[in-house]
């Protein structure tokens, strides 16, 4: 049986890319952002790939993440990007030796309430604008007081997150970056800013760790900033397959709500790819799918299973072909931006119904 739809993880894009991240911010230590299974690309082997080549730290959104790399057996620092969230979860922060990352007080009390012995690693976020997760900067004395008082825990740092990076003219980051070293002024401990628009955009940001997600899988979250420009490598290729080539005359319509009127008489094919898959409704004759590199417009609706896509071009194409989704040369943030969508939607949307392969472990 071979599979519908086959998304292909190249490791070793992955590893390409962080070195190209090390030689953007070549003084700051990089903890890279595996949450979410590795943005849709398998956190296992990502972060494997990436504690192999060096990585510093690795930062996931929750307790059930970081689980699943210690039980891979993966470790070295992990970092829990939304902290402990109930008096289990602190316990079992400092049992897996996990950074946990504080955002507010009542984390704090979580992590005292395991009394004066337990060692952990802790950073605090501060919050300069994003108003999502983080401590007013008005805090910082105050928390510098929680660290005193509870020696045997190990301070990792500061964070920040920035808001408005993906635009390298938005004047907020700066005012960001002000508040935050504004609020840190003559206070001890590493500082991190930087996700990957501030690493790529913002070399200011770097400071004394980045923490890429989007970059190290080969993409940019700057429009103006093509990854390919920017020597990232794309991890993940998507592809399917021609199940059936049609041939239409001139009026007749295609799929769902009779969305595509073919103009002539012409070659149409249908590809094993739906929404179930993960391949967003929106692009519904807005997108491009390629074979063997030449590419071919989606014409009409996405269905659930299926698309259909116009063969004028490539009369000659045959059920058994395989379509490319996105990869190497097509570009996911050209999907991303004809369903009105971000790339990260994108990689997180693939579905169970989509076989992964890692190549080059
Ligand atoms: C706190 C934090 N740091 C870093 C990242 C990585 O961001 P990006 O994938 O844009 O590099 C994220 C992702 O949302 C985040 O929430």
Partial sequence: MSPRVVATVDLGAIRHNLHQIRARAPRAKVMAAVKADAYGHG??????????AGVDALAVACMEEALVLRRAHIGGQIALLEGILSPEEAAMAVYEQLDVVLHDHWQIDLLHALGPTAQVRVWFKLDTGMHRL???VEDVPRLQRALTEHPRW?????????????????????????RFSEALQGVPGPRSIANSAGLLGWPQTHVDWVRPGLALYGASPITTLPAERLGLKPAMAVASRLIAVRCFNAGETLGYGRHYTCPERMPVGVVAIGYADGLPRAVSSRAEVAIDGQRLPLAGRVSMDMITIDLRSMPN?????????????????????AANTIVYELFCGLTQRVQFQHRNG
């Fill in 43 to 52: 956190a296992v082997p990502v972060a494997r790939t990436l504690v192999e």
């Fill in 154 to 178: 190990q301070f990792a740092g500061w964070i920040t997150h920035l808001a408005c990076a993906d635009d390298p003219d938005d004047p907020f980051t700066p005012q960001q970056l002000a």
């Fill in 317 to 337: 194409a045959r059920v058994g072909s395989t379509v490319q989704i996105w990869g190497p040369g097509l570009p996911a943030e050209h999907l991303a931006e």
């Fill in 134 to 136: 983080g401590f007013p």
